[in-house]
T-cell receptor, first 115, second 115 residues
């Protein structure tokens, strides 16, 4: 069964450093998403991406965050200058059509620890 | 704004028995979709079941079924014949019919199936 692949599975970074979280969505999917889950809290929407542009972003997704689909297969989330409160599990997801038809396929997540 | 509430942080059930996980939501939308996702310890979220708000018939997927009460804004998940592999965090999620297809998640219910 096709999978959404996220790398790395765990990343530790110094506060103020830039990190790039990588995702390879399912190849025929058109909609891409990033969510995050702070330990013990709910899963929160960050951004959705369609047709090579952001279609919606949450208030969490400030100027420190950016997304890119650089080569038609990868989908990356960049955090420009990490803060302690960015420590969380970050999930990438994709959907073939509008997400309500079949739901999303989620990746296994990247645990980001900012020290 | 939409909200999703899961009032049971943790539950346990004996193997082979039935358990019901609660979810309520608040929205002014008339057309929307509701989902249950399972997040086992491996972390990847997996779609369990989905329900269209315009359908009165409750969705079922094998041992999983929902009790959708639109007027009460309630969407509970029933797991019959519980198996050890059902041990996971379960998230209820809401999606508007129109828009960018983002999920609003509840805080989750941690379910443990006991042998």
């Amino acid at each position: 069964e096709p999978e959404v692949t996220q790398t790395p599975s765990h990343q530790v970074t110094q506060m103020g450093q830039e990190v790039i979280l990588r995702c390879v969505p399912i190849s025929n999917h058109l909609y891409f998403y990033w969510y995050r889950q702070i330990l013990g809290q709910k899963v929160e929407f960050l951004v959705s991406f369609y047709n090579n542009e952001i279609s919606e972003k949450s208030e969490i997704f400030d100027d420190q965050f950016s997304v890119e689909r650089p080569d038609g297969s990868n989908f990356t989330l960049k955090i420009r200058s990490t803060k302690l409160e960015d420590s969380a599990m970050y999930f990438c997801a994709s959907s073939e059509v509008t997400g309500f038809t079949y739901g999303y396929t989620f990746g296994s997540g990247t645990r980001l620890t900012v020290v | 704004a939409q909200t999703v509430t899961q009032s049971q942080p943790e539950m346990s059930v004996q193997e082979a028995e039935t358990v019901t996980l609660s979810c309520t939501y608040d929205t002014s939308e008339s057309n929307y979709y509701l989902f249950w996702y399972k997040q086992p310890p491996s972390r990847q979220m997996i779609l369990v079941i989905r329900q269209e708000a315009y359908k009165q018939q409750n969705a079922t997927e094998n041992r999983f079924s929902v009790n959708f009460q639109k007027a009460a804004k309630s969407f509970s998940l029933k797991i019959s014949d519980s198996q050890l592999g059902d041990t996971a965090m379960y998230f209820c999620a809401f999606m508007k019919q129109a828009g960018t297809y983002k999920y609003i998640f509840g805080t989750g219910t941690r379910l443990k199936v006991l042998a």
